[in-house]
T-cell receptor, first 111, second 115 residues
Framework: DAKTTQPPSMDCAEGRAANLPCNHS???????VYWYRQIHSQGPQYIIH???NNETNEMASLIITEDRKSSTLILPHATLRDTAVYYC????????????FGGGTRVLVKP | DAGVTQSPTHLIKTRGQHVTLRCSPI?????VSWYQQVLGQGPQFIFQ???????GRGNFPDRFSARQFPNYSSELNVNALLLGDSALYLC??????????????FGQGTRLTVV
């Protein structure tokens, strides 16, 4: 799996959009970008994934650059319950539930 | 529908003892993976099982072993416990590896403390 680089932490104001960057410059053509988050003392939660097109679901939007070397997870209206560690992971789809987690970004949403 | 369930939720063991952790995947999911998460770090992959066969193994000593049962539930066993085995142990389930939509769903974990 390709290595990812994320900022260790970031703050966000409640109600504002949170933009979480991820660099994955060595990503291969068949690797997807996945995002998970882990709220304190809970198991990681799947958020979204994509290959090359931008994706949106009820939780977030995923913007992948044209060269696929970086991506941004957007939480459109952050709430206090979005405070968590966010992990960006790249992997082939065939890997299934085998994931390589890095350090993630610790996001603190402030009132 | 029930999500991934793990038992027990908390456990305290003494160095040198053996421990068995259990995981029931989401109904219909046939693949299970185990992770160890030490405080302050991201989860580290231990094992992946599909159709009762080991499909992947992380960099963990032979003291760690696992198996998957015909109903797709799984056990993680750790022998000769060390203080460094204290961690949150997570189980994840997914559909068939390689199929589309194989995002992993995690349980709440078992908090193991070795004293």
């Amino acid at each position: 799996d390709a290595k990812t680089t994320q900022p260790p932490s970031m703050d966000c104001a409640e109600g504002r959009a949170a933009n979480l960057p991820c660099n994955h410059s060595t990503i291969s053509g068949n690797e997807y970008v996945y995002w998970y988050r882990q709220i304190h003392s809970q198991g990681p939660q799947y958020i979204i994934h994509g290959l090359k097109n931008n994706e949106t679901n009820e939780m977030a939007s995923l913007i992948i650059t044209e060269d696929r070397k970086s991506s941004t997870l957007i939480l459109p209206h952050a709430t206090l319950r979005d405070t968590a560690v966010y992990y960006c992971i790249v992997r082939v789809e065939a890997a299934g539930n085998k994931l390589t987690f890095g350090g993630g970004t610790r996001v603190l949403v402030k009132p | 529908d029930a999500g991934v369930t793990q038992s027990p939720t908390h456990l305290i063991k003494t160095r040198g003892q053996h421990v068995t952790l259990r995981c029931s995947p989401i109904s219909g999911h046939k693949s299970v993976s185990w992770y160890q998460q030490v405080l302050g770090q991201g989860p580290q992959f231990i094992f992946q099982y599909y159709e009762k066969e080991e499909r992947g193994r992380g960099n963990f000593p032979d003291r760690f072993s696992a198996r998957q049962f015909p109903n797709y539930s799984s056990e993680l066993n750790v022998n000769a416990l060390l203080l460094g085995d204290s961690a949150l142990y997570l189980c994840a389930s997914s559909l068939v590896p390689g199929a589309r939509g194989t995002e992993a769903f995690f349980g709440q974990g078992t908090r193991l403390t070795v004293v």
